[in-house]
Nanobody
Framework: QVQLVESGGGLVQAGGSLRLSCAASGITFSRNVMGWYRQTPGNQRELVAAMTTFGPKHYADSVKGRFTISRDNAKNTVYLQMNSLKPEDTAVYYC????????WGQGTQVSVSP
């Protein structure tokens, strides 16, 4: 059974930082590209960042230079370090494989105040 458990969200002021974590189980973690996605009300989830097991990374233009994705294959965990946060980063953040599975965690809410 696949499980994705996101954590680390919260409320921060603009310019602040947060580090999100996602623990995955039920998949062969090291064989999968892992990604972070975010969703705001009324909108589709969008890919924020993705990372292969060997290191190459992809970032959405809106977060380049501010967010960093990393992973620990020994812990089946993927991270998202978010710096210089902006109000427009406010969203529920999810992790999943890339391409995505039909299974999502509960997400973690990130709220950035002006």
């Amino acid at each position: 059974q696949v499980q994705l458990v996101e954590s680390g969200g919260g409320l921060v002021q603009a310019g602040g930082s947060l580090r999100l974590s996602c623990a995955a189980s039920g998949i062969t973690f090291s064989r999968n590209v892992m990604g972070w996605y975010r969703q705001t009300p009324g909108n589709q989830r969008e890919l924020v960042a993705a990372m292969t097991t060997f290191g190459p990374k992809h970032y959405a233009d809106s977060v380049k230079g501010r967010f960093t994705i990393s992973r620990d294959n020994a812990k089946n965990t993927v991270y998202l370090q978010m710096n210089s946060l902006k109000p427009e980063d406010t969203a529920v953040y999810y992790c999943n494989t890339n391409p995505t599975m039909n299974c999502w965690g509960q997400g973690t809410q990130v709220s950035v105040s002006p």
